[in-house]
């Protein structure tokens, strides 16, 4: 399944590659959960004009502020009506070149630059078969450029959950450039950087020498609940914590990668920080937009681009290749009400 360099760079002269970056779809937006409600006016007491299903893509003509909800009043202008902003995505479609290869033994972050791409395992047994579907601004390890069912170059990607690897089309996602890694004040002493978390207003806030440098909403756990009968809670502890590990791309489920679509199976999870052993994490977040009110299984839902810049900011360091553990350096976490 090896692709060589030169019948990957014929390609790129080929009808198999639309034109790259073509497209500008900053107004649209796919539904991220299973089904959402249209409304005749921008409240969800108003008449219901349709519904719209997961990874329907629809068109934005305006954008509403309305009165309700309080912590996130954005409504988008439909077809056909109203729609609220918290369980979709905004998407793009933003072709890429493939690379030529990647060096053997060297794995590369790529992110979804597509509303949603389809992965498929290759077996001899049964040939090539549809699994996990990725989504836009999710990340992933790519570790080699293969020929896919299509003919065309796909990224074989590298999940550490699965026990088998899988592909995608490589026009699907973008190269993390190597400078993404780069520390945001590294000159900063660890023990002078700390994050503090309020539960109650749902804000973050960064802070260097005591003073502050960055500051957001977030969606922390939904108290008290639980995504299964055994399992645990999905609050958010509070305490004092300190950043334990990074991983720039996380699977997070059960490793289920014939999982149904409907299922809590999470794959490219982007820009983790865990603070707890039992895996409470600060990480980007693809599947909502409903950040100032609880949301998640226990850890702190972030935008992708400021989960990011926390995963650079705060020690240990990580860099595109190789993770750097500090034992008992991790940036200081405290969480509170």
Known sequence: ????????????YTTFLPELNSFDDSDMIRVATKA??????????SKINATWYRDELVHVYGEYV??????????????????HRGRIQRVRTLYQKPLDSIPQGKRRLAEVSVP?????RYTK????????RLYYDSAHWIESVDVGPDGGPWYRVYDHIASFSYHVPAIHLRPVPISDFDPINPQVAW???HIEVNLTTQKLTAYEAGGVVFQTTISSGIPAGKTTANSISTKTPDGKFNIIEK???EHMGNGGLFADIDDNELPGVPWTSYFTTVGHAFHGTFWHENYGTPMSHGCINMRNKEAKWLFRWATPVHDAYT???????????EIHY
């Open 1 to 12: 399944m090896r692709l060589g360099g030169m019948t990957l760079g014929s390609l790129a």
């Open 36 to 45: 959402v409600s249209i409304y005749d006016q921008p409240n969800d007491k």
């Open 66 to 83: 309305a009165d309700e909800p309080k912590h996130n009043p954005i409504w988008y202008r439909v077809w056909n009506g109203y729609l």
């Open 116 to 120: 949603f791409t389809q992965a498929y």
């Open 125 to 132: 047994a049964f040939g090539w078969q549809p699994n996990l």
């Open 191 to 193: 023990d002078q950087k």
């Open 247 to 249: 991983l720039p791309t």
């Open 323 to 333: 993770y750097i553990s500090e034992k008992g350096r991790g940036t200081s976490v």
